[in-house]
Protein backbone atom coordinates (compact mmCIF):
# COMPACT_ATOMS: atom_id res chain seq x y z
CA UNK A 1 0.00 0.00 0.00
CA UNK A 2 1.12 3.50 -0.09
CA UNK A 3 3.02 5.36 2.48
CA UNK A 4 1.93 8.34 3.50
CA UNK A 5 3.07 11.21 5.55
CA UNK A 6 2.15 14.75 7.54
CA UNK A 7 3.77 17.60 9.00
CA UNK A 8 3.90 18.56 11.19
CA UNK A 9 3.06 15.30 13.85
CA UNK A 10 2.04 18.30 16.58
CA UNK A 11 1.48 21.77 16.81
CA UNK A 12 0.82 24.22 19.19
CA UNK A 13 -0.40 27.71 18.02
CA UNK A 14 -1.81 31.08 20.05
CA UNK A 15 -5.27 32.01 18.82
CA UNK A 16 -5.49 34.07 15.71
CA UNK A 17 -2.55 32.57 13.95
CA UNK A 18 -2.52 30.25 10.95
CA UNK A 19 -1.05 26.91 11.03
CA UNK A 20 0.01 24.59 7.73
CA UNK A 21 0.18 20.90 7.36
CA UNK A 22 1.40 18.66 5.14
CA UNK A 23 0.26 15.69 3.57
CA UNK A 24 3.05 13.69 1.51
CA UNK A 25 2.15 10.37 -0.50
CA UNK A 26 5.74 8.91 -0.06
CA UNK A 27 5.52 6.24 -2.99
CA UNK A 28 2.72 6.80 -5.02
CA UNK A 29 1.58 9.71 -7.35
CA UNK A 30 -2.49 10.55 -6.08
CA UNK A 31 -4.80 12.65 -7.85
CA UNK A 32 -6.72 12.35 -4.68
CA UNK A 33 -6.15 13.17 -1.06
CA UNK A 34 -8.55 13.18 1.68
CA UNK A 35 -8.64 15.57 4.72
CA UNK A 36 -10.23 14.37 8.02
CA UNK A 37 -11.21 15.59 11.02
CA UNK A 38 -11.04 13.83 14.33
CA UNK A 39 -12.05 14.87 17.74
CA UNK A 40 -11.44 13.14 21.22
CA UNK A 41 -12.70 9.64 21.17
CA UNK A 42 -14.68 10.32 18.25
CA UNK A 43 -15.09 8.82 14.77
CA UNK A 44 -13.50 10.88 11.66
CA UNK A 45 -15.52 13.34 9.66
CA UNK A 46 -14.31 13.88 5.93
CA UNK A 47 -13.83 17.95 5.56
CA UNK A 48 -12.56 17.74 1.79
CA UNK A 49 -11.29 15.75 -0.94
CA UNK A 50 -8.09 17.68 -2.91
CA UNK A 51 -7.55 17.19 -6.32
CA UNK A 52 -4.60 17.53 -8.05
CA UNK A 53 -4.63 20.78 -10.38
CA UNK A 54 -8.03 21.81 -8.92
CA UNK A 55 -9.97 23.32 -5.92
CA UNK A 56 -10.78 20.75 -3.18
CA UNK A 57 -14.52 19.61 -2.31
CA UNK A 58 -15.97 20.76 0.46
CA UNK A 59 -18.27 18.70 2.95
CA UNK A 60 -21.21 20.36 3.65
CA UNK A 61 -20.51 22.40 7.20
CA UNK A 62 -16.78 22.88 6.28
CA UNK A 63 -15.90 26.49 5.86
CA UNK A 64 -13.57 26.29 2.79
CA UNK A 65 -12.24 29.78 4.05
CA UNK A 66 -10.89 28.41 7.11
CA UNK A 67 -9.62 25.41 6.32
CA UNK A 68 -7.51 26.06 2.49
CA UNK A 69 -6.47 23.63 0.64
CA UNK A 70 -3.83 23.28 -1.80
CA UNK A 71 -2.49 20.29 -3.67
CA UNK A 72 0.26 21.34 -5.46
CA UNK A 73 1.42 18.33 -6.95
CA UNK A 74 0.86 14.55 -7.41
CA UNK A 75 2.46 13.89 -4.00
CA UNK A 76 2.13 16.46 -1.78
CA UNK A 77 -1.38 18.55 -0.34
CA UNK A 78 -1.40 20.74 2.40
CA UNK A 79 -4.67 21.87 4.90
CA UNK A 80 -4.49 25.57 6.43
CA UNK A 81 -5.93 26.21 8.99
CA UNK A 82 -5.98 30.23 9.14
CA UNK A 83 -6.71 32.34 12.18
CA UNK A 84 -7.47 29.98 14.15
CA UNK A 85 -9.18 29.79 17.63
CA UNK A 86 -8.93 27.43 20.44
CA UNK A 87 -12.00 24.81 18.69
CA UNK A 88 -10.14 24.23 15.96
CA UNK A 89 -7.64 22.03 18.09
CA UNK A 90 -8.12 18.56 16.58
CA UNK A 91 -6.37 16.05 14.94
CA UNK A 92 -6.31 16.23 11.77
CA UNK A 93 -5.30 13.15 9.47
CA UNK A 94 -4.80 12.75 5.53
CA UNK A 95 -5.65 9.88 3.09
CA UNK A 96 -4.41 8.98 -0.11
CA UNK A 97 -6.86 7.33 -2.81
CA UNK A 98 -4.83 4.54 -4.62
CA UNK A 99 -7.09 4.26 -7.04
CA UNK A 100 -6.81 0.23 -6.97
CA UNK A 101 -10.39 -2.08 -7.73
CA UNK A 102 -10.75 -1.17 -4.24
CA UNK A 103 -10.02 2.31 -4.35
CA UNK A 104 -8.45 1.79 -0.76
CA UNK A 105 -7.13 4.70 1.01
CA UNK A 106 -4.23 5.04 2.81
CA UNK A 107 -3.60 7.08 5.54
CA UNK A 108 -1.50 9.99 7.10
CA UNK A 109 -0.46 9.44 10.96
CA UNK A 110 -2.34 12.33 11.57
CA UNK A 111 -1.24 16.14 12.91
CA UNK A 112 -2.40 17.19 16.35
CA UNK A 113 -3.11 20.63 16.53
CA UNK A 114 -3.34 22.43 20.09
CA UNK A 115 -4.59 26.44 19.65
CA UNK A 116 -4.03 28.30 23.09
CA UNK B 1 -27.67 7.95 2.50
CA UNK B 2 -24.94 5.66 3.25
CA UNK B 3 -24.41 4.94 6.92
CA UNK B 4 -22.23 2.42 9.25
CA UNK B 5 -23.38 1.39 12.76
CA UNK B 6 -20.98 -0.59 15.35
CA UNK B 7 -21.28 -1.73 18.48
CA UNK B 8 -20.56 0.81 21.69
CA UNK B 9 -17.41 0.19 23.26
CA UNK B 10 -15.21 -0.23 25.41
CA UNK B 11 -15.29 -3.72 24.52
CA UNK B 12 -12.30 -5.16 27.91
CA UNK B 13 -11.46 -8.54 27.32
CA UNK B 14 -8.88 -10.82 29.13
CA UNK B 15 -5.70 -11.94 27.14
CA UNK B 16 -6.82 -14.92 24.88
CA UNK B 17 -10.46 -14.31 25.03
CA UNK B 18 -12.70 -14.66 21.53
CA UNK B 19 -13.69 -11.31 20.30
CA UNK B 20 -16.96 -10.14 18.13
CA UNK B 21 -17.04 -6.48 17.24
CA UNK B 22 -20.77 -6.20 15.25
CA UNK B 23 -21.00 -3.99 12.50
CA UNK B 24 -24.01 -3.14 10.38
CA UNK B 25 -24.36 -0.75 7.33
CA UNK B 26 -26.84 1.09 5.67
CA UNK B 27 -26.07 1.28 2.15
CA UNK B 28 -28.14 1.79 -1.36
CA UNK B 29 -25.70 -0.38 -3.87
CA UNK B 30 -23.34 -2.65 -3.68
CA UNK B 31 -20.39 -1.09 -1.14
CA UNK B 32 -16.80 -2.31 -0.02
CA UNK B 33 -16.42 -2.92 3.56
CA UNK B 34 -13.99 -2.34 5.57
CA UNK B 35 -11.60 -2.56 8.92
CA UNK B 36 -9.66 0.04 10.26
CA UNK B 37 -7.53 -0.17 13.42
CA UNK B 38 -6.37 2.93 15.21
CA UNK B 39 -3.51 2.93 18.15
CA UNK B 40 -2.86 5.87 20.43
CA UNK B 41 -1.55 9.07 18.88
CA UNK B 42 -1.60 7.53 15.17
CA UNK B 43 -3.30 7.26 12.24
CA UNK B 44 -5.60 4.74 10.99
CA UNK B 45 -4.60 1.20 9.26
CA UNK B 46 -6.50 -0.96 6.69
CA UNK B 47 -7.24 -4.24 9.05
CA UNK B 48 -9.02 -6.32 5.93
CA UNK B 49 -11.21 -5.40 3.66
CA UNK B 50 -14.17 -7.58 1.47
CA UNK B 51 -15.21 -5.86 -1.65
CA UNK B 52 -19.07 -8.57 -2.42
CA UNK B 53 -21.22 -10.58 -0.89
CA UNK B 54 -19.88 -13.64 1.38
CA UNK B 55 -16.23 -12.48 0.88
CA UNK B 56 -14.19 -13.20 3.87
CA UNK B 57 -11.57 -10.64 4.55
CA UNK B 58 -8.79 -11.42 6.76
CA UNK B 59 -5.59 -10.30 8.47
CA UNK B 60 -2.91 -11.18 11.73
CA UNK B 61 -5.64 -13.05 12.95
CA UNK B 62 -8.93 -10.93 12.65
CA UNK B 63 -11.35 -11.98 10.44
CA UNK B 64 -14.33 -10.11 8.90
CA UNK B 65 -17.52 -11.69 6.41
CA UNK B 66 -19.65 -9.38 3.70
CA UNK B 67 -22.84 -10.76 4.51
CA UNK B 68 -25.13 -9.01 2.28
CA UNK B 69 -28.67 -10.38 3.93
CA UNK B 70 -28.23 -9.44 6.92
CA UNK B 71 -26.13 -5.78 5.86
CA UNK B 72 -23.69 -6.97 8.56
CA UNK B 73 -19.82 -6.59 8.60
CA UNK B 74 -18.56 -8.13 12.06
CA UNK B 75 -15.32 -8.45 12.92
CA UNK B 76 -13.86 -11.81 14.98
CA UNK B 77 -10.21 -12.79 15.90
CA UNK B 78 -9.98 -16.25 18.34
CA UNK B 79 -7.52 -14.92 20.55
CA UNK B 80 -6.68 -11.44 21.16
CA UNK B 81 -3.61 -9.88 22.42
CA UNK B 82 -2.61 -7.19 24.87
CA UNK B 83 -1.16 -5.24 21.50
CA UNK B 84 -4.95 -5.63 20.03
CA UNK B 85 -5.71 -2.59 22.31
CA UNK B 86 -6.62 0.02 19.91
CA UNK B 87 -10.01 1.46 18.27
CA UNK B 88 -11.50 -0.59 15.36
CA UNK B 89 -13.56 1.72 12.94
CA UNK B 90 -15.69 -0.21 10.52
CA UNK B 91 -16.10 1.94 7.21
CA UNK B 92 -17.41 1.37 3.74
CA UNK B 93 -16.97 3.08 0.29
CA UNK B 94 -19.38 3.39 -2.63
CA UNK B 95 -19.78 5.99 -5.36
CA UNK B 96 -17.45 8.70 -5.02
CA UNK B 97 -14.81 6.94 -3.16
CA UNK B 98 -15.92 8.33 0.28
CA UNK B 99 -15.39 6.81 3.42
CA UNK B 100 -18.29 6.58 5.68
CA UNK B 101 -16.72 5.35 8.97
CA UNK B 102 -18.63 3.90 12.20
CA UNK B 103 -18.34 5.70 15.37
CA UNK B 104 -15.63 2.87 16.33
CA UNK B 105 -14.86 0.51 19.09
CA UNK B 106 -12.62 0.89 21.92
CA UNK B 107 -10.80 -2.62 22.34
CA UNK B 108 -8.92 -2.97 25.81
CA UNK B 109 -6.88 -6.00 26.53
CA UNK B 110 -5.76 -7.17 29.55
CA UNK B 111 -2.83 -9.03 30.60
Known amino acids: GAVVSQHPSWVICKSGTSVKIECRSL??????MFWYRQFPKQSLMLMATSNEGSKATYEQGVEKDKFLINHASLTLSTLTVTSAHPEDSSFYIC????????????FGPGTRLTVL | GNSVTQMEGPVTLSEEAFLTINCTYT??????LFWYVQYPGEGLQLLLKATKADDKGSNKGFEATYRKETTSFHLEKGSVQVSDSAVYFCALTEYGNKLVFGAGTILRVKS
Open chain 1, 95 to 106: SVLTGTTYNEQF
Open chain 1, 27 to 32: DFQATT
Open chain 2, 27 to 32: ATGYPS
